[in-house]
């Protein structure tokens, strides 16, 4: 299986809170997951990488070949909490650290079979991209998205509402924390080739769904497929540090 990530400093911030990392384990599964990190200058930095380095590690330490779903899923939500448990006690135990957090998403594919898991805290996202249709894997943990359920807004207000960057579950911000673990069935077409983007906000923020879907199927090799999302980010403003990480399925 064939992935690839790139991490961008976007055009507005001074550092790049975001990281993104991929593992193949010797069980037949590859993990994959971008963290985008908050709180003060340092924290963020901190916050991010120290999650993803630990929910990785824990995933490698942890599956083995053959679980079945149910243990898969254990794993997964001991991964996050042990994530959860590092970054809420490297903030306690530094005041210039204190109140940082990360978003974390993540997918499970295991090799040769036509269903994968998602793992999500926060806002950063997960798609599905195949022929010419792209579904958000992940659900928002947000404030914008709590009041789009509620009926409140459209989600197109929500796009542009002055509170769009609250966060409604984090990684490492109190003492335990409720991951979403989903099973996704992967559903081909035909012949196309199978995409799975995750992504931070910097890039959801700044471009729609529809843009994500051309830029994926037009580019002509890995390099350009990333370069050609991140750029397309920059060129709308470049808000935020802007994270993709592809695999083809
Ligand atoms: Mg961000």
């Known amino acids: 299986m064939n992935y690839y990530g790139?991490?961008?400093i976007g055009k507005r911030r001074e550092n790049n809170q975001d990281c993104l990392g991929a593992k193949t384990?010797?069980?037949?599964i590859t993990v994959l997951a971008v963290c985008d990190g908050m709180g003060g200058v340092k924290g963020g930095e901190i916050?991010?990488?120290?999650?993803?380095?630990?929910f990785l590690g824990a995933c490698e330490r942890d599956l083995k070949p053959y679980m079945e779903d149910g243990q898969i899923r254990g794993?997964?939500?001991a991964a996050v909490h042990e994530a959860n448990t590092a970054v809420f006690r490297k903030g306690?135990?530094?005041e210039e650290l204190s109140g940082m957090g990360t978003t974390l998403v993540a997918a499970l594919i295991l090799h040769g079979l036509d269903y994968m898991f998602i793992v999500n805290v926060g806002d950063s996202r997960a798609y599905s991209v195949c022929g010419d249709s792209i579904t958000q894997l992940s659900f928002d943990h947000s404030y914008v998205q709590f009041l789009v359920d509620k009926g409140d807004i459209t989600p197109a207000?929500?796009?542009t509402h002055p509170d769009r960057h609250v966060i409604t579950r984090a990684v490492g911000v109190a003492d335990a924390v409720r991951p979403d673990i989903d099973r996704i069935d992967i559903e081909r077409k035909g012949d196309a080739p199978y995409y799975l983007l995750l992504c931070s906000d910097g890039l959801t923020g700044m471009i729609s769904n529809d843009e994500i879907l051309k830029h994926v199927n037009s580019a002509?090799?890995?390099d350009d497929r990333m370069d050609s999302l991140i750029g397309a980010a920059n060129e709308a403003g470049g808000d935020d540090n802007i994270t993709v990480l592809i695999a083809e399925l």
């Open 6 to 8: 790139k991490t961008d």
């Open 25 to 28: 384990l010797e069980c037949g």
């Open 47 to 54: 916050a991010s990488s120290l999650a993803l380095d630990t």
């Open 75 to 77: 794993v997964l939500t």
């Open 92 to 94: 306690n135990a530094c």
């Open 157 to 159: 207000e929500a796009a």
């Open 220 to 222: 002509t090799s890995p």
